[in-house]
Antibody
Framework: QVTLKESGPVLVKPTETLMLTCTIS??????????VSWIRQPPGKALEWLAH???????SYSTSLKSRLTVSEDTSKRQVVLTMTNMDPVDTATYYC???????????????????????WGQGTTVTVSS | DIQMTQSPSSLSASVGDRVTITCRAS??????LNWFQQTPGKAPKLLIY???ILQSGVPSRFSGSGSGTDFTLTISSLQPEDFATYYC???????????FGGGTKVEIK
């Protein structure tokens, strides 16, 4: 069974650095094209994609938050870690991690075409930024 | 960056209604478009990937269509459990970025 679980502080102060951990089970980030994404959702607002890391250690970040984000993997612990610097009250949100799964279809029966979907999500962890 | 715009932002419908939600990308994303359903207090659930491919276990009343910049999610006969917020998301480029649309809340009429 594939599961992901987020953990980290419930409350952080403005200007502090947030570190969140996503512990994965039932799959491996060593599998080709597999990845883990971080997504957040402020109260009552839309989902916002933050970052992801793929099996070949390729990383990608939201353009608007790139300067504040770092994503890394601890393979031995089966964990993906997100750090966000210089936290602000507007960063108050539920933070989710999710598996990025590579769905493959064959074009003309020969050429593989990959679609990437967030197929399994963690339950989310709520982070409040306040002094 | 590719921007995703959903419309409407909310709609009211009755059980049994046919519901259509649209999503527009700021540039062509081929068929690299996903749809999610989110109910209050829960994590989103993947409904459709590749613009039109139903995720395993998702009821067949859900369907997706479109390619390029314009996409549609259709619920053929709205059920009580379908009242939720729906998000589109693109997964274009390599490695893919996964920008979400602003969401469409489907409410009971």
């Amino acid at each position: 069974q594939v599961t992901l679980k987020e953990s980290g502080p419930v409350l952080v102060k403005p200007t502090e650095t947030l570190m969140l951990t996503c512990t994965i089970s039932g799959f491996s980030l060593s599998s080709p094209r597999m990845g883990v994404s971080w997504i957040r959702q402020p109260p009552g607002k839309a989902l916002e994609w933050l970052a992801h890391i793929f099996s070949d250690d390729e990383k990608s970040y939201s353009t608007s938050l790139k300067s504040r984000l770092t994503v890394s993997e601890d393979t031995s612990k089966r964990q993906v870690v997100l750090t966000m610097t210089n936290m602000d009250p507007v960063d108050t949100a539920t933070y989710y991690c999710a598996r990025v799964y590579p769905y493959v279809t064959m074009v003309q029966g020969v050429v593989p075409l990959y679609y990437y979907g967030l197929d399994v999500w963690g339950q989310g962890t709520t982070v409040t930024v306040s002094s | 960056d590719i921007q995703m715009t959903q419309s409407p932002s909310s709609l009211s419908a009755s059980v049994g209604d046919r519901v259509t939600i649209t999503c527009r990308a700021s540039q062509s994303i081929s068929s690299h478009l996903n749809w999610f359903q989110q109910t209050p207090g829960k994590a989103p659930k993947l409904l459709i990937y590749g613009a039109s491919i139903l995720q395993s276990g998702v009821p067949s009343r859900f369907s997706g269509s479109g390619s390029g910049t314009d996409f549609t999610l259709t619920i053929s006969s709205l059920q009580p459990e379908d009242f939720a917020t729906y998000y589109c998301q693109h997964s274009y480029s390599s490695p893919p970025s996964l920008t979400f649309g602003g969401g469409t809340k489907v409410e009971i009429k």
